[in-house]
C-alpha cells in the first residue's frame, strides 16, 4: 500500500480500493470521499454512513472515520484532535484548534470579502461565510468532527457540537414539550416547530 503523509498540512495521498480513484487531498476532504464514494458497499445506509477508502471498516460519525483513517499511516497518537487542518484559501495556515482556525477564518487576506460585515468570518475548509461567532463556531466543530456536548443520560451515547442540541435532546429523554399551541393542543419540543405550526392556523 502505497501512503504518504507530509506533516503538518495532514494531507495523505492513497487510491480508494472501491471507485480507483486517486486521493491527493486533505483529511477533510478524504472523510468525505468515504462518505460519498458511490462505488463503497453500503448494506445500511444508517450504519455505512461512512465506508474507509482503504478497506471496509464502517462507521456512523466523522470523528470515528478520521481516526480510522490515521490508523492506515501507523503514526501515533492517531486522535483527530493530533492532526493539523490546512486553510484552503492561503494555504499556509494550519492547526488543529477551533478558536485559532476561526481567527484565521476572520483575517486570511486570501479570501475574496465582497460585504465585509457578512463575510466578517470566512470558514478555513470551505466558502461559507457568517457574520455570527457562535455560527462559524459550530460550522467548524462539524469540518473537525468535535462533539464536546454529550447527553448525561446513563443508557444514551449522544454527542453534539451545539449545545442547544442537548436541550432538545433531553426533551426527549423526559417527554417534554414546553411550547404549547394557543389554538389547538399541540405542543412541541423546539419553538420554531410551534412557529411552522402556527402558519398553519393563520394560512
Same mark, same amino acid.
Not at 492547526?95 to 460585504?115: E, M, T, W
Not at 466543530?141 to 436541550?167: D, M, S, W
Given at each position: 500500500? *502505497? +501512503? ?18 486517486? !486521493? ?19 448494506? #445500511?445506509?444508517? $450504519?455505512?454512513?461512512? =465506508?474507509?477508502?482503504?478497506? *471496509?471498516?464502517?462507521? /456512523? ?18 486522535? =483527530?484532535?493530533? +492532526?493539523?487542518? !490546512?486553510?484552503?484559501?492561503? =494555504?499556509?495556515?494550519?492547526?488543529? *484548534? ?8 476572520? @483575517?486570511?487576506?486570501?479570501? =475574496?470579502?465582497?460585504?465585509? &460585515?457578512?463575510?466578517? %468570518? ?9 457574520? &455570527? $461567532? ?5 460550522? !467548524? ?7 464536546? %456536548? ?7 451515547? /449522544?454527542?453534539?457540537? &451545539? ?5 432538545? #435532546? ?6 417534554? @414539550? ?7 393542543? /399541540?405542543?412541541? $419540543?423546539?419553538?420554531?416547530?410551534? &412557529?411552522?405550526?402556527?402558519? $398553519?392556523? /393563520?394560512?
Amino acid at each position: 500500500m *502505497n +501512503l504518504t503523509y507530509r506533516s503538518p498540512l495532514c494531507w495523505f495521498s492513497e487510491k480508494c480500493i472501491h471507485c480507483g480513484e486517486y !486521493t491527493d487531498r486533505n483529511l477533510i476532504d478524504l472523510a468525505e470521499h468515504c462518505r460519498s464514494c458511490i462505488a463503497a458497499p453500503r448494506p #445500511h445506509p444508517f $450504519r455505512y454512513r461512512f =465506508v474507509c477508502y482503504a478497506c *471496509n471498516k464502517n462507521f /456512523y460519525q466523522i470523528s470515528d472515520i478520521k481516526r480510522h483513517i490515521a490508523t492506515h499511516f501507523k503514526r501515533k497518537p492517531v486522535h =483527530v484532535h493530533s +492532526l493539523q487542518y !490546512t486553510c484552503i484559501h492561503c =494555504v499556509s495556515f494550519s492547526s488543529d *484548534n477551533v478558536n485559532l482556525l476561526i481567527q484565521h477564518g476572520k @483575517k486570511c487576506a486570501a479570501v =475574496v470579502r465582497p460585504d465585509p &460585515q457578512k463575510f466578517k %468570518f470566512v470558514c478555513f475548509a470551505c466558502n461559507y461565510f457568517t457574520y &455570527q $461567532r457562535g455560527n462559524i463556531v459550530n460550522h !467548524t466543530r462539524r469540518h473537525l468532527g468535535e462533539k464536546p %456536548f454529550k447527553c448525561h443520560c446513563f443508557a444514551c451515547n /449522544y454527542f453534539t457540537y &451545539q449545545r442547544g442540541n442537548i436541550v432538545n #435532546h433531553t426533551r426527549r429523554h423526559l417527554g417534554e @414539550k414546553p411550547f404549547k399551541c394557543p389554538l389547538c393542543l /399541540y405542543r412541541s $419540543r423546539q419553538k420554531i416547530h410551534l &412557529q411552522t405550526h402556527m402558519k $398553519r392556523h /393563520y394560512n
